[in-house]
């Protein structure tokens, strides 16, 4: 089955600098790739996704990078700010029938003034 | 709209007693998928349903855990008996089929404790 792999496990970032966060899978089927941010306490909310017939795409200060050679994909947050702080997951799936998500451990990214 | 939900929120149970968690997904969407987060490790997926029936079970630990969904609408899992390593937070999410099916909304968890 999917493995995927996600690091750093933590980052912790000066306000207004940029984070990236990568992620490796394993299965070449996978097409699908979502971000999900999650802030303490609450749910796991969708900010970005990529299908693998993109090699890049970009929403104001966030872009995901996918290499499907390499089989990894990034997140890159620009001019952090501390709303930005929370625990970020990339997940892998096929699309179609098979859709369940296989999910990375999870960085935990902290913002500083 | 409104957004899946789940109930309860937070549940403290003896080990071998039984627990019973509720996910009501977003009105119309029919895919509805089950996920588990233990101790701060990966969330891990458990089941898929479409509708009524039960796509992919293949994340279910073992047979202590049933999960249903009658009439297609809310699901509910039940767990029993519940065992220290059960504890976790219990995700719900949905998405519909046509069009974006693979956008899954999640809802805000249910945090199962076993002592």
């Known amino acids: 089955g999917e493995n995927v792999e996600q690091h750093p496990s933590t980052l912790s970032v000066q306000e207004g600098d940029s984070a990236v966060i990568k992620c490796t899978y394993s299965d070449s089927a996978s097409n699908y790739f979502p971000w999900y941010k999650q802030e303490l306490g609450k749910r796991p909310q969708l900010i970005i996704d990529i299908r693998s017939n993109v090699g890049e795409k970009k929403d104001q200060r966030i872009a995901v990078t996918l290499n499907k050679t390499a089989k990894h994909f990034s997140l890159h947050i620009t001019e952090t700010q501390p709303e930005d702080s929370a625990v970020y997951f990339c997940a892998a799936s096929r699309t179609g029938t098979a859709s369940k998500l296989t999910f990375g451990t999870g960085t935990r990214l902290q913002v500083t003034l | 709209e409104a957004g899946v939900t789940q109930f309860p929120s937070h549940s403290v149970i003896e080990k071998g007693q039984t627990v019973t968690l509720r996910c009501d997904p977003i009105?119309?969407?029919?895919?509805l998928y089950w996920y588990r987060r233990v101790m701060g490790k990966e969330i891990k997926f458990l089941l898929h349903f479409v509708k009524e029936s039960k796509q992919d079970e293949s994340g279910m630990p073992n047979n202590r855990f049933l999960a249903e969904r009658t009439g297609g609408t809310y699901s509910t899992l039940k767990v029993q008996p519940a065992e220290l390593e059960d504890s976790g937070v219990y995700f719900c999410?949905?998405?519909?089929?046509?069009?974006?099916?693979?956008?899954?909304?999640f809802g805000p968890g249910t945090r199962l404790t076993v002592l």
């Open positions: 009105s119309g969407h029919d895919n």
């Open positions: 999410a949905s998405s519909q089929t046509g069009g974006s099916t693979d956008t899954q909304y």
